[in-house]
């Protein structure tokens, strides 16, 4: 069987988070949906790859898709300069294709991408920029992506819990209050400093477009 790996066409989409959904079996199809209208990335379904026997079908069926991955484009700083990168997520196989190399394929088509160039770099769109970095969390799966030049990195976090934070006071109380965003008002004084913050170090995503802002993070963090 020869296996085509290809980009998804816009009219495919719904069988494509068909796919998805039923085989990350345990999150919403509304999740994946959500990921693709709330990026701002404009070309959103030329960088989702999927594996079918033949390329020049039109999908119609979850049962033509082999497996699928995704390249998420962003940038991040490197102290003042935006670098683009790539993120890979979504990569999910048909029960019935396992162990059969799709997956290996898929993140090949990916990485060849990331190389040639990405058709849009946010640092510089008038010309076409290989991306010079990639990342994507996994668990188990780790020891696939090492065989095609991932590495592993060790990652932490810090949580705060909301209970445990002083309530907000009267508007002439000089102390810091803490309270849930107003998307329409603190946009752009959370973008203000996100980017200051995020300008001492290296590696930090880079948030500048006001469409991820007003979609993204409104959508995904609704309650921040």
């Known amino acids: 069987m020869e296996i ?3 980009s998804l066409n816009v009219s495919e989409e719904d069988v494509w988070l068909d796919f998805v959904s039923s085989v990350f ?31 020049n079908t039109l999908i119609t069926q979850t049962s033509q898709i082999l497996g699928t991955l995704r390249v ?27 162990r059969k190399g799709i997956a290996t394929k898929l993140l090949h088509k990916a990485i060849q ?15 076409k920029m290989p991306f010079i970095w990639s ?8 020891p696939l992506y090492r065989t095609v030049g991932y590495q592993s990195m060790p990652l ?8 445990t934070l002083p309530k907000a006071k009267k508007d002439n109380d000089t102390d810091t209050i803490y309270r849930h965003v107003d998307f329409d008002a ?25 469409y991820y802002w007003e979609h993204w993070v409104r959508q995904e963090t609704p309650r921040i």
């Not at 079996?25 to 960088?47: A, C, E, L, S």
């Not at 484009?73 to 490197?78: A, E, I, N, T, V």
């Not at 990342?135 to 780790?142: F, N, Q, V």
């Not at 932490?156 to 209970?163: G, Q, W």
């Open 135 to 142: 990342s994507l969390h996994t668990g188990e799966a780790a």
């Open 25 to 55: 079996i345990d999150t919403p199809r509304d999740y994946f949906y959500r990921h693709i209208h709330n990026d701002p990335d404009q070309q959103v379904h030329q960088h989702i790859f999927v594996a079918l026997e033949d390329g």
């Open 113 to 127: 991408h990331m190389k040639e160039g990405n058709p849009k770099p946010i640092s510089a769109p008038e010309s």
């Open 186 to 210: 603190d946009i752009a004084g959370m973008k203000q400093i996100y980017h200051e913050y995020c300008g001492h170090f290296v590696g930090c995503f880079t948030r500048q477009s006001d």
């Open 4 to 6: 085509v790996v290809r």
């Open 156 to 163: 932490s976090f810090s949580t705060i819990e909301y209970k």
């Open 72 to 98: 998420f484009q962003r940038s991040f700083l490197h102290y003042n300069d935006i670098q683009p990168m790539g993120g890979i997520g979504e990569v999910s196989v048909s029960p019935s294709h396992r």
